[in-house]
């Protein structure tokens, strides 16, 4: 599963044409601003997901001197049917498939899509939001339900923090806020057990043997996850008073990633946290595709960012044993040989420079 073909219109700064792409490797070369990151993006937002970054405005994506304010990206899928999906952003975002409207979710499920951004490369020493990132990404392909809960999880977040703030009681919200967070600790759980499984797999490019588990936000440690949660707002309620924020739930969540029993963040040169952190990623592809039957395309931003010679060998035949199609892309010149189809970007035009 992949695409065959993508043709962009009026995007960013990318020249108006159709790509045709490889089904397996394909990675984007040329300096820093010339487009290699909105190819990327692009791709994403045919598969479903919208911008790479978060609140960005449609009415930033135009750019190519067209006059017009309508972006049109089309992709063809890579399969017997070779279906065509369009999507077109003016006002608003408009998908469909074979002329027929399809929601952002249905198109998720029929072409998985997982991208990480070179923040996202950071999942080791990083923020929590990158780690939490990863869980979501994952649960949102495989468990239809996850993004709509996860949002009314956000929503409630934001009205106990302004009753928090006002100096009012939250008993109401922790009640109807507890089913949800209950949920989210249960699936991110079941999703860290399925990319741990995953991981063993990934022993090339791990330099040491690592776990991963899940540090609930703010909890008392119980087992239950329901229990835990009723019994966290219950110790915590004061210093939630205090801080006038909430300071127990899935928002505040944490995965700890460890190597021989000490956190990788400090054991690990930054060329092994890179390595630890492609093979979490790598894991997560392929627990995505025991769970759909499909094998997820990858978009990765400056893969090669901080690896050594020996470190990018191990990543290139790590990618070719997913045998799943991947869109990566690299500032950083390299001398081994690339398993896949090379194209040169510059200023928005695209060239393939090797097929391999």
């Known amino acids: 599963m992949g695409y065959n073909r993508v043709r962009f219109n009026n995007f960013r700064n990318i020249e108006p044409r159709e790509i045709k792409w490889s089904p397996g490797l394909n990675l984007l070369t040329g300096p820093n601003g010339s487009g290699k990151t909105n ?5 994403n937002i045919v598969s479903g997901w919208g911008p790479l970054e978060r609140g960005t405005r449609s009415s930033s994506l135009p750019t190519w001197n067209s006059g017009s304010s309508e972006i049109q990206l089309t992709g063809q899928l890579d399969d017997e049917n070779g279906e065509i999906i369009k999507v077109k952003i003016s006002s608003r975002y408009t998908i469909k498939i074979e002329e027929e409207t399809i929601t952002a979710t249905d198109l998720r499920w029929k072409i ?10 950071s999942i080791i020493e990083g923020s929590s939001v990158f780690r939490r990132r990863l869980m979501d990404m994952v649960l949102t392909l495989i468990v239809p339900v996850y993004a709509t809960r996860l949002h009314d999880y956000r929503r409630g977040i934001k009205q106990k923090t302004a009753i ?6 939250t008993d109401l919200i922790d009640r109807a806020l507890l ?5 989210i600790w249960k699936m991110r759980e079941e999703a860290l057990v399925m990319i741990s499984e995953s991981m063993k797999e990934m022993c090339g490019l791990l330099p040491h043997p690592t776990e991963i588990s899940l540090l609930r936000g703010g909890s008392g440690s ?10 966290s707002l219950k110790i915590n309620r004061t210093r939630e008073e205090v801080l006038r924020v909430p300071v127990v739930g899935p928002h505040r969540d944490d995965m700890l990633i460890t190597t021989n029993g000490t956190p990788a963040a400090r054991s690990l040169s ?6 630890v952190a492609v093979a979490l990623i790598l894991a997560a592809a392929e627990g995505v595709k025991r ?4 094998n997820p395309v990858l978009l990765l931003d400056e893969i090669t960012a901080e690896l050594d010679s020996e470190g990018r060998n191990i990543l290139f035949c790590a990618l070719m044993e997913r045998k799943t199609q991947v869109f990566a892309s690299t500032a950083e010149p390299f001398t081994e040989s690339f398993p896949g189809r090379i194209y040169g970007v510059n200023s928005g035009r695209v060239e393939i420079i090797d097929e391999n």
């Open 39 to 43: 190819i990327l993006e692009g791709i």
């Open 179 to 183: 089913p949800l967070a209950s949920w």
């Open 291 to 294: 769970k759909l039957g499909k």
């Open 270 to 275: 930054r060329g092994f946290r890179r390595r």
């Open 164 to 169: 928090l703030r006002n100096g009012g009681r």
């Open 222 to 231: 119980l087992q239950l996850p329901e229990e835990d949660f009723r019994y």
């Open 112 to 121: 998985p899509v997982l991208s990480f951004l070179p923040n996202d490369m």
